[in-house]
């Protein structure tokens, strides 16, 4: 039974020396990682210093790719607004080309309904005419 407060003592203590361990770590992490760019950054520097035919030829085709990426991009984009447009016109069309053929089939059913009860008619007082 005494052992057990002895334990819990210690581990106490412990963890607020982990919680410092880990802040340092992340300092010691954050300041690691600015002087890693740093000397990347001037590693970088130095050798385009000491070769810059190369970086220049590595500005003109990436440079050049990124250009001709961006003027095929908006000739896509251009291209999708005219078809777009298109469709749209195209839409509208086919809407009033329904519209007007509904009208004219029930124009042409109030035609027919009229035109054959004349008929009808017509039929009707030629054969009462007729005899």
Request: aromatic content about 8%.
């Amino acid at each position: 039974m005494e052992n057990q407060p002895k334990q819990n003592q210690q581990s106490t203590s412990s963890a607020p020396s982990i919680q410092k361990n880990e802040e340092d770590q992340a300092a010691s992490t954050a300041m690691g990682l600015k002087e890693s760019l740093q000397n990347q950054y001037l590693k970088v520097k130095e050798h385009a210093e000491t070769y810059p035919y190369v970086w220049a030829s590595y500005i003109v085709v990436y440079g050049g790719l990124g250009l001709w990426t961006a003027y095929r991009w908006r000739k896509l984009r251009k291209t999708e607004d005219r078809v777009r447009t298109l469709h749209e016109k195209l839409r509208k069309l086919v809407e009033a080309e329904e519209s007007s053929s509904s009208t004219k089939v029930i124009e042409k059913g109030f035609a027919d309904k009229s035109s054959s009860s004349t008929k009808v008619i017509e039929k009707g007082s030629a054969d009462k005419s007729s005899k």
